[in-house]
């Protein structure tokens, strides 16, 4: 799609792999490890306009996780999730390029059964917020067809039928995602909805050491999902992208130097899961 004044298009290709495994359970307790390795490929002679550098060619997003879950005796929950890598287009070139993070909570019981509180704390120093955020939600069980966290974050599951289900969440700042399923068969589910997708890198040769390079898009997205084996799923799905941005600097467009904005466009996508 065209580059707004810049004589150029811009294309992309997204790839990605992510794995995760068992590291050791018992009962109450259950240790994950994860990796993903992200790869967007783009095409392109787009240029960063207020350092006239080159719009960079590819961006790698390399992520190791750990994470430990724990359920007491009294049905509390607690758990501790954290991350390391690089996020660049040289990714680990030096310890600039090095981002991590964590995300710790816990659930407890609330007075109205099986109603919860969820108490959390983020810390993800390349994200929207770059500092410690505390989050708080009462979880509620309306029906056995619709629970919502009412608080930071925010989230709501409702099943009206057994074959039909709306999720929609939001994470500050910008995250917000709503998704519609319907499980047109055992084996294929059709859904739809809509997507914030927000991606943050630092740049090898960026002149501020502190700046990252933002990615930001909102899509509308549908699909279908195809269950064809007992362990492994096909997506494929298509949509289309609209306000589309890349910048250094701050959160969103008005603060962000460097801004390259790009037209709206759709996309295809595809992706198999296989669990072991």
């Known amino acids: 799609t065209p580059v707004t004044d810049q004589a150029t298009d811009l294309g992309l290709v997204r790839q990605s792999i992510r794995i995760g495994a068992p590291l050791w359970k018992r009962e109450g307790d259950l240790a994950l490890l994860s990796l993903k390795l992200e790869h967007s490929l783009f095409f392109t002679e787009a240029i960063l306009p207020d350092t006239g550098r080159d719009f960079p060619d590819e961006l790698w997003n390399i992520n190791f996780g750990l994470n430990h879950l724990h359920t007491f005796d009294n049905g509390w929950k607690s758990g501790l999730i954290t991350t390391f890598g690089s996020a660049s287009d040289r990714p680990f070139h030096s310890f600039d390029e090095i981002r991590f993070g964590a995300i710790g909570f816990l659930e407890v019981s609330a ?7 969820k108490f959390s704390i983020f810390y993800m120093p390349f994200s929207d917020l770059p500092f410690p955020i505390p989050g708080l939600a009462y979880v509620w069980h ?17 099943t009206p039928t057994d074959d039909f289900m709306i999720s929609i969440s939001y994470t500050p ?12 068969t055992e084996d294929v589910q059709l859904y739809g909805g ?3 997708v927000r991606e943050s890198y630092y740049l090898s040769d960026r002149p501020d050491s502190s700046d990252r390079f933002l990615s930001s898009e909102q899509r509308v997205i549908g699909g279908v ?4 084996r007992r362990n492994a799923v096909l997506d494929l799905n298509a949509g289309y992208a609209f306000g589309r941005f890349y910048g250094e600097g701050g959160n969103d467009r008005a603060s962000v130097d460097d ?10 996508g595809g992706s198999l899961t296989v669990r072991f």
């Open 173 to 184: 700042l910008y995250n917000v995602d709503a998704l519609m399923k319907y499980l047109l």
């Open 225 to 228: 999902r195809f269950d064809i």
């Open 111 to 117: 007075r109205r059964d099986p109603d919860s509180w």
């Open 194 to 196: 809509f997507e914030t």
């Open 142 to 158: 309306a029906s056995d067809e619709l629970v919502v966290d009412l608080g930071i974050p925010f989230a709501l599951n409702w």
């Open 259 to 268: 801004l390259v904005q790009v037209g709206d466009g759709a996309f295809l």
